[in-house]
Nanobody, 121 residues
Framework: QVQLVESGGGLVQAGGSLRLSCAAS????????MGWFRQVPGKEREFVAAISRSGANTYYAESVKGRFAISRDYTKNTVYLQMDALKPEDTAVYYC??????????????WGLGTQVTVSA
């Protein structure tokens, strides 16, 4: 299992930028494709972005394509989400997790606490 700690959220005006970080524990970090998800109250958690184990391939939800960029640092066991041109509809709690495709990997462990992103109009 892997343990995850998200950080970097905050309050930003529309059009602004934030960089989220997800620190993963354990030696198996490099074995997983990793992804970011987000959730607003009353809605299901939705896929945002993913990066392959090698880091060579990335995938994005249509709603963030061209504005967000996912990356990973194997030396720090960390996955990043650079978010530019933020919109009010990006407001959510953001989580990271190991993934298979656009879904969280079954049995990966527990979701972290997430990091709140709030975009004001």
């Amino acid at each position: 299992q892997v343990q995850l700690v998200e950080s970097g959220g905050g309050l930003v005006q529309a059009g602004g930028s934030l960089r989220l970080s997800c620190a993963a524990s354990g030696r198996t970090f490099s074995l997983y494709s990793m992804g970011w998800f987000r959730q607003v109250p009353g809605k299901e958690r939705e896929f945002v972005a993913a990066i392959s184990r090698s880091g060579a391939n990335t995938y994005y939800a249509e709603s963030v394509k061209g504005r967000f960029a996912i990356s990973r640092d194997y030396t720090k066991n960390t996955v990043y989400l650079q978010m530019d041109a933020l919109k009010p509809e990006d407001t959510a709690v953001y989580y990271c997790a190991p993934v298979t495709g656009t879904r969280s990997l079954p049995g990966f462990g527990s979701w972290g606490l997430g990091t709140q992103v709030t975009v004001s109009a």
